[in-house]
């Protein structure tokens, strides 16, 4: 079956631009599906960072749009996800989901994987 | 966009019906039928529970059902039991500013 898996730094210096990739093994990230991020800061909730479908078309989140970049690599079936200008406000769990083409909502999710912003 | 409002905590006695409730505007839980929910337990990735106001994925217990009237959907787990304590999230599409997802302030539920 189809997992995702996330990866990256797991600390990142402030003003400096958070990297990560998930990994998307047993199945094809050319398939009809949306490839999306999604934060959880400690303690708290959920929040969308944005999304991208294997052609490169993306969407993202309004208030995080300026600094955010996702994008797709489908020789490595896999795809990434860069935030810049970080804060201590950026530290946070990050998901990497699949969403269907057509629908909205999440029916495959990574583990995640904590990125603290500190220096 | 803000968060979709869902009360912080719920609790209910094993075998009880506990409702959580999920709050938004006609820019997205009221005016599409793209509401879904989520199970999180401490230290793991969200779960989808319920999807497109009422259906639930192949393995979601029957315990499990959702609903909508207007700007506000609801997530009903009947026959409560101690595997369902976890936090659950709620989730819109939603149309104002771009195209996007806007997810619940979450709930935390107790089982007695």
């Known amino acids: 079956q189809v997992q995702l898996q996330e990866s990256g730094p797991g600390l990142v210096k402030p003003s400096g631009t958070l990297s990560l990739t998930c990994a998307v093994s047993?199945?094809?990230?050319?398939?009809?599906?949306?490839w999306s991020w999604v934060r959880q800061p400690p303690g708290k909730g959920l929040e969308w960072i944005g999304e991208i479908y294997h052609s490169g078309s993306t969407n993202y989140n309004p208030s995080l749009k300026s600094r955010v970049t996702i994008s797709v690599d489908k020789s490595k079936n896999q795809f990434s996800l860069k935030l810049s200008s970080v804060t201590a406000a950026d530290t946070a769990v990050y998901y990497c989901?699949?969403?269907?083409?057509?629908?909205?909502?999440?029916?495959?999710w990574g583990r995640g994987t904590l990125v603290t912003v500190s220096s | 966009q803000s968060a979709l409002t869902q009360p912080a905590s719920v609790s209910g006695s094993p075998g009880q019906s506990i409702t959580i409730s999920c709050t938004g505007t006609s820019s997205d839980v009221g005016g599409y039928n793209y509401v879904s929910w989520y199970q999180q337990r401490p230290g793991k990735a969200p779960k989808l529970m319920i999807y497109?106001?009422?259906n639930r994925p192949s393995g979601v217990s029957n315990r499990f059902s959702g609903s909508k009237s207007g700007n506000t959907a609801s997530l009903t787990i009947s026959g409560l039991r101690a595997e369902d304590e976890a936090d659950y999230y709620c989730s819109s599409y939603t149309s104002t500013s771009t195209l996007s997802y806007v997810f619940g302030t979450g709930t935390g539920v107790t089982v007695l």
């Open positions: 989901a699949r969403g269907l083409r057509g629908h909205w909502y999440f029916d495959l």
């Open positions: 047993g199945g094809s990230i050319s398939s009809s599906n949306w």
């Open positions: 497109e106001v009422n």
